[in-house]
Nanobody, 124 residues
Framework: QVQLVESGGGLVQAGGSLRLACVVS????????MSWFRQAPGKEREFVAG????????EYADSVTGRFTISRDNAKNTVYLQMNSLKPEDTAVYYC?????????????????WGRGTQVTVSS
């Protein structure tokens, strides 16, 4: 059974940075398309960033382009999300998710496996 565990969330002031990590166990990590989603209170879960199995291709939501960077280390079964220039509207629970293939990567219902999430709070 695939397990995903996120870490690195916390409280930060606007303009600050955080680095999230997600460790995957029990599956073929190097074969997964990996993504970060987020969900704020009262809002739907939304795609933030995704990275292909080999790490060559990355995709970002418009709201985070230029501020966030997704990366992965297949030797460590870990995917990262470096978040810079954080804004109060980035406040949410951040989840990592895994799927096979690139098709439909922005839709949360296309993902097979999810972590429990890590809270990110950005104060103004």
């Amino acid at each position: 059974q695939v397990q995903l565990v996120e870490s690195g969330g916390g409280l930060v002031q606007a303009g600050g940075s955080l680095r999230l990590a997600c460790v995957v166990s029990g599956g073929a990590f190097s074969s997964y398309y990996m993504s970060w989603f987020r969900q704020a209170p009262g809002k739907e879960r939304e795609f933030v960033a995704g990275i292909s199995d080999g790490g060559v291709s990355t995709e970002y939501a418009d709201s985070v382009t230029g501020r966030f960077t997704i990366s992965r280390d297949n030797a460590k079964n870990t995917v990262y999300l470096q978040m810079n220039s954080l804004k109060p509207e980035d406040t949410a629970v951040y989840y990592c998710a895994a799927k096979f293939g690139l098709v439909g990567y922005t839709r949360h219902d296309n993902y097979n496996s999810w972590g429990r999430g890590t809270q990110v709070t950005v104060s103004s």
